[in-house]
């Protein structure tokens, strides 16, 4: 089913056509781990950004790999772009989808710390 999801003041939101994941990933890297992130990864054509694309500021560390996207007005971090060796790719965060059960995920914990 899909999903949807808004940063805190709801300037930028976004729509997922994939089924409600079940399973979601927490990095303890320095950016995931202050963040709080929970993460999932969709193929970028299963992704609309719906409004908002003139409030989001990039931020890019480390190795650029990853192009996290915020929200000039509230700082939430709905999402980010990326690739994977299947192709583009977003990184959705499920703190900022109302409809997810955090608590009811199983949650894979990468060592991001050690990159």
Known sequence: M?????????AV????????PIEAMTCNCSH?????????????????????????????????????QFCQTC??????LGTSPQGDMRAINLRCVPSIDIDALTIQKVDGASF
Do not use: M, N
């Open 2 to 10: 899909p999903y949807t999801g808004s940063c805190h003041c709801g």
């Open 13 to 20: 939101t976004f729509s997922v056509a994939a089924d409600t």
């Open 32 to 68: 995931c781990s202050r963040k709080g992130f929970v993460l999932t990864f969709v193929p970028a054509d299963q992704f609309t950004l719906e409004s908002g694309a003139d409030q989001l500021t990039d931020y890019l560390f480390y190795k650029h790999a990853i192009t996290h």
């Open 75 to 80: 700082g939430a971090q709905p999402f980010a």
